[in-house]
Structures are given as structure tokens and as C-alpha cells.
């Protein structure tokens, strides 16, 4: 299942504006990420020592912010409304206005300091109403508009956890499991987040379960004692995903003897929990039963 790319190529972070594109290139395109401008013209020489320092710490910032470029000569419209008096002209848009600038070509060193302080400057709340977006569509079952969302967060936040976990439980909801391992893997080093967490503990699940429950079936059909057998058929239970079956063999394993091979059955029903998401109805219903086990 292929739901979306994550990254951006150079081409979508850099390009040639008009007066006629520079309402969705720049005023609706900076309410997302923001957007510098540079006014250029093929005569000035400081615009061509300006603009591939500008393009470079443009694609340095891997998708934080935009770069439009626009031919004054070709494009008076806009360069006229902001003033411009002089080029190269270079100004910064965030959430449709603009907000920051410069004349005149800046050593490399200014021009980067720039870039970074546009690029931390995301349009307000952006991030969480995205976020917010794709967890509702994922919890209404609307995988591809959610992996939508979460890809459109990590274009401007290549590292964002909460972005990498939602897209990888989309992937993992979409019956992908090595397309959200690969996602999985993108979270920074220690990174922590329920829904990473979440499909972390999902591919462990169906990594551990047996090819072959047969004989186990049979053993168990045989022996209702059989804690072995109930335990390798919980697993492969887990391992495709019926989860609400492989929790009751484990708490009837643990009702029976609670310690059974150092707590395996416990640990096993807790990754269940992990995986299934702690608001989950087999999280909520399985913790009750074990609490009155466990209690009674």
C-alpha cells in the first residue's frame, strides 16, 4: 500500500514565481510553511552572488521554508505593492504576510542566520491542527487522509515523532508492516510517543508469532493445562492482529497460574495493550480483567 512520499524534492522547495502564481505561491503557501521571496532580475549582478547562497541554506533547511524567485522585469506587480526600490530584494512571508527582509547581497554567514530564523517560524498552531486532522481521520478509519496530514507535517519537520508515529500506524493500519517499520525508523534516537510506541510494539507482536499453531491446537484440545501450547497460539493470535483473542488465552494463562515462566504471559499481555493503544476497548477491557485477577 503506498499512501504518500515524506520528503520534498529540491523543486518543490525552490522555484520560479509570477505575478500570476505569487497568491498561491507565496500568501497561501506561507500559512502552512513560510516562504522567503527573492526579487531578482537577469542584469544585477549582486542577485546572482545573493541568489544560490539563499537556494543553498534554503535546501539546508529540509522543508521548513520555501524559496520564490521572481524576475522583477518579467513581474513588476508585487515587487511595486512591497516597495521595492532596489535588488536584490528579499522578503519573508509567514501565514500570508510578510514579516522579516533584507536588500542588497548579505555575506553567506547572514544569509544562513536568515533562512534559520524564517525557517523557526512556522505559521502558528500549523503543526497542531494538522496533527489534530489526521488523528481524527485515522480514528474514523480514514487512513489516506490521515497519512496526508502526518506527511504534510513532516515536509516542514522531517523529525516531528508525533508526525512519524501517526503515518506509521497509517501504514501499519493499511496492512503494511515494512512500509511502517521503515517510517518507524525515521523517529530521532530515544524519541517517545504513544502512537510510535504503539507500532513499535505491533511489529513486535508479528514478528514473534509462530508460522504453525497446528500443534498447538491439537495439544491444547488435549491438555486445557497446557500453558505452552494456550501461550505459542496467544502469540500467533497477536502476530495478525486479533488481538482480543490472544488476550483472553493470556489472562485464562494467568488466572490459572500467575507466574507461569517468569510472567511471560503478563509481559506478552502488556505488549498487547501498548500495541492496541491505551484507549483502546481490549486496553480498557483486558486491564480490568487482570486487575481482578490479580486482586481477587
Request: charged share 25%; glycine share 10%; proline share 4%.
Amino acid at each position: 500500500m503506498s499512501l504518500i512520499g515524506e520528503t520534498q524534492s529540491p523543486d518543490d522547495l525552490i522555484k520560479d514565481g509570477t505575478d500570476a502564481s505569487f497568491i498561491a505561491d507565496v500568501i497561501e503557501a506561507s500559512k502552512e510553511t513560510p516562504v522567503i521571496v527573492d526579487f531578482w532580475a537577469t542584469w544585477c549582478g549582486p542577485c546572482r552572488q545573493l541568489g544560490p547562497s539563499i537556494e543553498k541554506n534554503v535546501l539546508a533547511a529540509k522543508g521548513k521554508v520555501k524559496l520564490v524567485k521572481i524576475d522583477i522585469d518579467q513581474n513588476p506587480q508585487f515587487a511595486g505593492q512591497l516597495r521595492v526600490q532596489s535588488i536584490p530584494a528579499v522578503f519573508a512571508f509567514v501565514g500570508g504576510r510578510p514579516v522579516d527582509g533584507f536588500m542588497g547581497a548579505l555575506p553567506d554567514s547572514q544569509v544562513k542566520q536568515f533562512v534559520d530564523r524564517i525557517a523557526g517560524q512556522a505559521p502558528a498552531n500549523a503543526t497542531d491542527e494538522l496533527l489534530a486532522m489526521a488523528k481524527e481521520s485515522l480514528d474514523i478509519g480514514d487512513v489516506g487522509g490521515a497519512a496526508q496530514a502526518y506527511a504534510q507535517v513532516l515536509q516542514g519537520e522531517p523529525d516531528n515523532v508525533k508526525a512519524i508515529g501517526g503515518l506509521a500506524r497509517c501504514y501499519l493500519a493499511g496492512g503494511d508492516a515494512e512500509r511502517a517499520a521503515e517510517v518507524a525508523a525515521m523517529a530521532p534516537e530515544g524519541a517517545k510517543d504513544a502512537d510510535l510506541d504503539s507500532v513499535r510494539a505491533a511489529l513486535a507482536l508479528a514478528e514473534e508469532g509462530p508460522n504453525e499453531v497446528g500443534e498447538f491446537e491439537q495439544r491444547l484440545a488435549r491438555d486445557a493445562g497446557d500453558h505452552e501450547a494456550r501461550f505459542e497460539i496467544a502469540k500467533a493470535l497477536a502476530a495478525r492482529g486479533a488481538w482480543g483473542e490472544a488476550v483472553d488465552h493470556l489472562l485464562t494463562i494467568i488466572e490459572r497460574e500467575r507466574d507461569w515462566n517468569e510472567d511471560a504471559a503478563r509481559k506478552q499481555l502488556l505488549t498487547i495493550f501498548e500495541a492496541a493503544g491505551a484507549g483502546s476497548d481490549i486496553t480498557r477491557a483486558g486491564r480490568r480483567r487482570l486487575s481482578s485477577i490479580l486482586f481477587s
